[in-house]
C-alpha cells in the first residue's frame, strides 16, 4: 500500500513538473551557465583538469538539486495541496520518499545535461566512461534524500530560500567529495577508485534516506 | 450521540500562543457548524482534527476516513483538476472514475477540468476542490469557510450538498462567520471566543 503511494506521489509530482517545467527548466539553465563560468573562471587548462571539472560538475549539482527541491515543495505550499496528501492516512509517510524519487529523476536529466556540456564544454578526455557512468548515478543518488530531508525541516520557515543551502550544503560535503574523487578516478583510469567511491555514495544515499523516512512523517505534523 | 471523532482537553499551542485550550469536543453524524471570529481558532480547531497539527495537549481520536477542504482549494499547480482529484482519490483507494462526473455536477466542464489549474479561477479551483466530497466520500467532512469564492448559485449548490451528506449520516463539520442559513439544519453549533 505505502509502496503504490510513494509511486502516485512520484508520479504526481512528474505530472506537475511537465506541466510547469519550472523546476527543470532552472536547474539544467543553473547547472549550464555555472559549468561555463567556472571554466572561464578557472581557465581551460585548469578546468580540463579531471579533480577540477569533476568538482565544479558536482557543486553546480548540488546548487542545482536545492532549486528543484524547493521549487517542487513551493509548488505543494502555494495551494496548500500537501495539506490535501497530508490529511489522507499514510500521506505523510509516503511524501519523503515519493518526492525523493521524482526528483532523483529529475536530477538525473539535469545532471546527464550538464555531463554532456562539461564533456564538451571542457573538452574532457574519460579514460573509463562506464566507470564515470556509475560514479554519476551513484551522485545523483546520493543528493535528494539529503536535500529533501533538509527542505522539509525548513518547510514552516519564512527564510527557508536562505536557509536550505545553508543547512544542506555543510551535510553534502561527504557526498560532494565521493562524487568529484569518483569522477576524476574515473577520468584518469582507476577502476577501483572510482567504484570505491561510488559505493560510498550508495551507502550515504541509503543512511540518509532512513534518516529521512524516520524523521519526515513527524516533521510534517 | 454516535460519536465520529473526539478531541479531548485539546491544547493547540501555535508559536507562543495557545489557539485552543483544555477543549473537549464530540462530533457525531449531521452537521455541526463551528463560529467564532477572525483569529478565534476555527482554522486551527479544523486543522487539529484532521491531524494537521499536533496536539501539545490531550486526545485526538479520529477512527473514521476523513476529508479535510482547508480555506485554499489544495490543488497542484502543473496538473489539471482532474489529474490532481484521479491522483487524490487513487490515494485514498477510491474510485478514479467518480472524478468526471463529480467535476461536472459542480460546473466544471470537461474542457475546464483538463486545464492546469493555475489557469481556472478561484471560484472554479473552489468548486473543483467540492467535487472531492463526491470523489472521496468520507465519513468526516471538515470544512474550513468552504463559502469563499463561490458565487451565489455555487453557495447554494453547496449548502443543499453539506445538508445531503449529512442526510446520509456523515459527520459535516463547517467553519464558517456566514451563511445563518445553515444553523437551523445543524445538529450543534458551537461558539468559539
Redesign the interface.
Known amino acids: 500500500m505505502t509502496l503504490r503511494?510513494i509511486g502516485?506521489?512520484a508520479?504526481?509530482e512528474a505530472?506537475?513538473?511537465?506541466?510547469?517545467p519550472d523546476g527543470l527548466v532552472s536547474a539544467i539553465t543553473f547547472v549550464a551557465v555555472l559549468i561555463l563560468v567556472e571554466s572561464l573562471t578557472v581557465g581551460p587548462l585548469a578546468a580540463g583538469q579531471p579533480a577540477v571539472a569533476a568538482a565544479l560538475f558536482w557543486i553546480a549539482m548540488a546548487f542545482a538539486a536545492i532549486l528543484a527541491t524547493s521549487r517542487s515543495f513551493e509548488?505543494?505550499l502555494?495551494?496548500?495541496?500537501l495539506?490535501?496528501?497530508?490529511?489522507?492516512?499514510?500521506?505523510r509517510d509516503a511524501v519523503y520518499a515519493g518526492k525523493v524519487l521524482a526528483l532523483t529523476a529529475l536530477i538525473a536529466l539535469v545532471a546527464l545535461v550538464g555531463g554532456a556540456l562539461s564533456l564538451v564544454l571542457l573538452s574532457l578526455d574519460v579514460a573509463l566512461p562506464g566507470h564515470l557512468a556509475i560514479v554519476s548515478i551513484a551522485g545523483v543518488l546520493a543528493l535528494p534524500p539529503v536535500i529533501v530531508l533538509f527542505v522539509v525541516l525548513s518547510l514552516r520557515l519564512r527564510s527557508r530560500g536562505a536557509l536550505v543551502p545553508i543547512l544542506a550544503l555543510p551535510v553534502l560535503v561527504p557526498q560532494l567529495v565521493a562524487a568529484t574523487n569518483g569522477a576524476a578516478a574515473a577520468a584518469s583510469g582507476d577502476a577501483a577508485g572510482a567504484l570505491g567511491w561510488a559505493g560510498l555514495l550508495v551507502a550515504f544515499a541509503l543512511v540518509y534516506s532512513v534518516l529521512g523516512l524516520t524523521i519526515v512523517p513527524a516533521a510534517l505534523? | 450521540m454516535n460519536t465520529t471523532a473526539s478531541l479531548r482537553g485539546a491544547t493547540v499551542v501555535l508559536g507562543d500562543r495557545a489557539i485552543i485550550r483544555d477543549l473537549d469536543l464530540d462530533l457525531g453524524p449531521g452537521i455541526t457548524v463551528i463560529r467564532g471570529p477572525n483569529a478565534s481558532g476555527k482554522t486551527t480547531l479544523l486543522r487539529a482534527i484532521?491531524?494537521?497539527?499536533?496536539l501539545a495537549r490531550g486526545e485526538r481520536s479520529v477512527p473514521v476516513?476523513?476529508?479535510?477542504l482547508?480555506?485554499?482549494?489544495?490543488?497542484?499547480?502543473?496538473?489539471?483538476a482532474r489529474?490532481?482529484l484521479r491522483?487524490?482519490a487513487?490515494?485514498?483507494g477510491a474510485p478514479a472514475d467518480r472524478v468526471g462526473p463529480a467535476l461536472a455536477a459542480w460546473g466544471i466542464t470537461a474542457r475546464d477540468a483538463t486545464r492546469?489549474?493555475?489557469t481556472l479561477s478561484a471560484g472554479q479551483?473552489r468548486r473543483a476542490a467540492l467535487a472531492r466530497l463526491d470523489v472521496e466520500r468520507c465519513d468526516l467532512v471538515l470544512l474550513d469557510e468552504p463559502f469563499g469564492e463561490l458565487d451565489d448559485e455555487a453557495s447554494t449548490a453547496l449548502a443543499r450538498r453539506i445538508r445531503g451528506l449529512a442526510g446520509e449520516r456523515r459527520t459535516i463539520v463547517v467553519a464558517t462567520h456566514g451563511h445563518p442559513e445553515l444553523d437551523p439544519s445543524a445538529n450543534r453549533v458551537v461558539r468559539l471566543a
Open positions: 503511494r502516485l506521489i508520479r504526481r505530472r506537475a513538473e511537465r506541466g510547469q509548488r505543494e502555494e495551494d496548500d495541496a495539506d490535501a496528501l497530508l490529511a489522507i492516512p499514510g500521506g505534523e | 484532521a491531524g494537521l497539527v499536533p476516513p476523513t476529508l479535510f482547508g480555506q485554499r482549494a489544495q490543488l497542484l499547480r502543473g496538473l489539471s489529474d490532481n491522483f487524490l487513487a490515494f485514498r492546469p489549474v493555475e479551483r
